[in-house]
């Protein structure tokens, strides 16, 4: 709802700057805020509201956030056991079992929220025998973490040049 408002206000604004009238509900909107009383019980509303969404807007921005932490699958008998495992933590596990597959030189693993992202140098072997490789052992090392929303995993394996 609040997108369709901002998107209607843009347009309108969009139109005012090239030339066109107003909105007739943005003029309503004007005359009304304008014509009101300060002390009017829905101006007065109206600011409680917008001071409310303001403060909830402070208090997000300064929170700590969970995105570093991807959460863990909970044992099937205790649905309120909650754990969480670090994203870059989880990128170690990864890249030490890709640097494990034969003909991997270097491995870079990235892990987000939805995709990990793996980048292998390969230095013998065919580079697409050594993605399949990487992205079986990938996966298997995924399922093993046992995160609550596994992501799919992007694999790159390129011959390395030096």
Do not use: Y
Not at 27 to 43: I, N
Not at 68 to 84: E, H, K, N, T, V
Not at 105 to 122: C, N, S, Y
Not at 140 to 148: P, Q, T, V
């Amino acid at each position: 709802m609040i997108l369709v408002a901002a998107v209607a206000t843009l347009v309108d604004v969009v139109a005012v700057r090239a030339g066109r009238p107003a909105a007739a509900w943005r003029r309503h909107l004007a005359d009304e805020l304008a014509t009101r009383p300060v002390d009017d019980v829905w101006m007065l509303t109206g600011a409680a509201v917008a001071a409310a969404v303001g403060v909830w807007l402070i208090v997000l921005a300064l929170t700590p956030g969970q995105r570093r932490w991807l959460p863990l699958r909970s044992p099937a008998g205790c649905p309120r056991l909650r754990a969480f495992v670090d994203r870059n933590s989880a990128a170690v596990l990864l890249r030490d079992a890709a640097m494990r597959v034969p003909g991997v030189g270097a491995a870079h693993v990235l892990v987000g929220r939805h995709r990990i992202k793996a980048r292998a140098d390969v230095r013998f072997r065919d580079p697409r025998q050594v993605k399949d490789d990487l992205t079986a052992v990938l996966d298997e090392e995924r399922d093993r973490l046992a995160l609550a929303r596994p992501p799919r995993i992007a694999v790159r394996a390129r011959r390395r040049t030096r």
